[in-house]
């Protein structure tokens, strides 16, 4: 399966999932990314949680707003076209 929701709309896209299924995908992935950090909220405790911003990225000093969304464009581009490079029926096991 796949747990991101940048990789269900990508299979969505590729009229590989169906919309409601797409849908009920990214509705669950978000959800359990909440159960997530409930969990580590609760394993770290009120004032660690608080210490670390809840785990939250921010961008590095020097860098700007733009500089951190263009990364993320970028990395979420590499990680949906390896997906689907890794799951093409058209490719033959020579190619991987």
Avoid: W
């Amino acid at each position: 399966g796949h747990i991101n929701p940048a990789v269900t709309f990508g299979l969505f896209l590729a009229r590989k999932l169906s919309l409601t299924r797409a849908l009920f995908y990214m509705v669950m992935q978000v959800l359990g990314a909440i159960c997530g950090a409930g969990v580590v909220k609760g394993f770290e405790g009120k004032k660690r949680y608080g210490d670390l911003n809840g785990g939250a990225n921010f961008v590095a000093p020097g860098y700007t707003k733009g500089d951190g969304l263009g990364a993320e464009i970028v990395g979420t581009f590499i990680l949906v076209y390896t997906v689907f490079s890794a799951t093409d029926a058209k490719r033959s096991a020579r190619d991987s």
